[in-house]
């Protein structure tokens, strides 16, 4: 991984997750202006950090997305989306089919993402789709910080509508007038990131 990479993710964590105090973090943001080997040597060290903590790299950054989400603005601060995290393969791979059923294709809609976190809000709440929403976007947001792609796939209003998404709910202990808003499929990006197409013209008016 190059050093520009180490660094967004680590003022990633910075930011949201406020670990900066932490020595196996600060000695990793230190090596950043350090040779290569110097860096190697601070990754390792962090890497061995957190799997002696009894966690992993992927669940840091995983945890901070999420406290991102919770984070998000709501109507009135009523606070009532809830975001599902799924790595279960066999979960994961189950909602891949129940999306794919909703466009009528056996094709896999999360293009292969080995985590969709589904975001859900209370339609009991006028703004439960704005609310939704404002949650994906902080969790796609901060993904991006980290150093995550991720991407916002839809339907899940109608998997999560039918039979077999209301028995996930249950299983899941959600209960109440719960709908989806969407998936948010996070992993590392296969390879680097594209540049950002041009931005179309005339989209701010000033009066």
């Not at 976190?117 to 947001?141: F, H």
Request: overall charge neutral; some cysteine; aromatic content about 8%.
């Amino acid at each position: 991984m190059q050093r520009k990479d180490w660094a967004a993710r680590v003022d990633g964590l910075v930011v949201f997750r406020g670990l900066l105090q932490s020595e196996p973090l600060a000695s990793l943001r230190a090596a950043l202006a350090a040779d290569a080997a110097g860096l190697t040597g601070a990754v390792a060290a962090f890497e061995s950090a957190l799997f002696t903590q009894g966690t992993n790299w992927t669940e840091v950054l995983l945890d901070a997305v999420l406290e991102a989400g919770l984070y998000a603005p709501s109507a009135m601060n009523n606070q009532k989306p809830v975001m599902v995290a799924v790595r279960d393969k066999a979960t994961r791979d189950q909602l891949s089919a129940m999306n794919a059923a909703v466009m009528g294709t056996k094709t896999d809609p999360f293009y292969g993402a080995p985590t969709v976190v589904v975001v859900l809000a209370d339609q009991s709440r006028a703004t439960w789709l704005e609310d939704g929403s404002l949650a994906m976007g902080n969790l796609m947001l901060a993904a991006h910080a980290l150093g995550l792609g991720s991407c916002w796939v839809h339907r899940a209003r109608e998997v999560f509508a039918g039979a077999e998404g209301q028995a996930l709910l249950r299983q899941w202990g959600i209960q109440g007038k719960y709908a989806g808003v969407a998936h948010c499929l996070l992993g590392y990006p296969d390879g680097p990131l594209p540049e950002p197409k041009p931005r179309r013209e005339h989209r701010i008016y000033r009066r």
